[in-house]
């Protein structure tokens, strides 16, 4: 055999599969297979460490997380969720501020976790980065009338049913619940290019429907590793018509006219591949009907808008961590 052969062999011999489930705990990690540069001490396939812009610094001034807050709707009635509200010490109230709302606001706020997007805001502001900036952070809804104590960073029993729908439900719920109820409080930007709205798996394509629904009040989505598959598909049955799946989208993406909307895409290789999809591959999909639907606006000479798209491929498994260690740049990016 040949010393490259034998080279080839060697490396082929090393490839790890691992499979993961979706805890509804948190975000799940995957175990990274052991390659020549991790054992040089390099960067490990599936880690991701946090920079500075996500750590506490000093010399910032601090700004206020206010939460938990209960809040009921009646949009989505039968449910009680808690919120946070992040105001930076920068914030007078003189003029609008731009809103970040993220979903799953127990672990977006968790300052141990690997998005801690409050201080991540902190840091932004008071370097000038992006502008004054106030964070609602929302949990998905419990059924019932009080929230569990005992949750913790856990998902309620609505999540499913609130994000995976590619209905306009949450987005009426964003619209016209939320933002009034903070807007009570604080003086909150009404220019859909000033707001954004994110979140991390099923969260994540639940802020890209509030935006397809209601681009005039959202441009800004923030995707990572999102969950564009059929968990929100039921069969057509007793007489009720089917309901479709996030994996859905690239279809409408194609076949519809181009909304005003910008968003970063993060995945990676490791994501989810199970009864309801293929993560990383639907992802991808998702890329690929933005490109299109802007090469054919394009090539047809059509007026208005395009789609403003970035993407991060990683090698990632199913966790916040890659989107966490990105969500600084992507911030700048979304506000530059």
């Known amino acids: 055999m040949t010393k490259r052969g ?14 993961v489930c979706l805890a509804p705990a948190g975000p799940v990690r995957a175990q990274a297979p052991q390659t020549p540069q991790a054992a040089a001490g390099e960067r490990k396939p599936g880690t991701y ?15 206020k997380l206010d939460g938990p807050l209960l809040f009921r ?10 919120y946070w509200i992040y105001v930076p010490a920068q914030y007078t109230g003189a003029t609008p501020a731009n809103v970040l709302v993220f979903q799953d606001g127990q672990r977006a706020t968790n300052p141990t976790g690997s998005l801690r997007v409050p201080q991540v805001l902190e840091n932004l502001v008071h370097k000038k980065d992006i502008p004054v900036t106030i964070g609602i952070f929302i949990t998905p809804g419990q059924r019932g009338d009080e929230y569990p104590e005992n949750l913790g960073t856990g998902n309620p029993n609505n999540r499913a049913a609130e994000y995976d729908s590619l209905s306009d439900t949450y987005a009426r719920f ?10 009570k409080t604080y003086n909150l930007t009404k220019d859909p290019a000033g707001r954004a709205i994110g979140g991390t798996s099923s969260g994540a394509i639940c802020a890209f ?10 441009k800004n989505v923030i995707s990572m590793i999102g969950s564009y598959t059929s968990i929100g598909y039921r069969p057509a049955q007793d007489g009720q018509p089917m309901v479709p799946g996030g994996d859905l989208y690239p279809t409408l993406i194609r076949k519809n006219p181009i909304k005003p909307i910008k968003i970063f895409l993060q995945d990676g290789s490791a994501d989810l591949d199970n009864q309801h999809g293929n993560w990383f591959l639907a992802n991808q999909q998702m890329l690929a009907a933005f490109n299109y639907a ?14 403003e798209v970035k993407h991060e491929w990683g090698d990632g498994a199913h966790s916040d961590a890659h989107g966490g260690s990105l969500l600084p740049d992507i911030l700048r990016w979304m506000w530059k």
């Open 6 to 19: 034998s080279m080839l062999l060697t490396i082929l011999g090393c490839g790890v599969v691992a499979a």
């Open 49 to 63: 460490p946090l920079g500075p812009d996500s750590l506490p610094q000093d010399g910032v001034p601090k700004g």
């Open 73 to 82: 709707s009646q949009v989505i009635a039968g449910t009680v969720r808690r």
């Open 174 to 183: 964003i619209v016209d619940e939320m933002l009034p109820e903070v807007g």
């Open 209 to 218: 429907t509030v935006a397809w629904h209601r681009p005039d009040q959202f």
């Open 294 to 307: 802007n090469t054919a606006a394009d090539t047809k000479k059509l007026p208005g808008p395009r789609y």
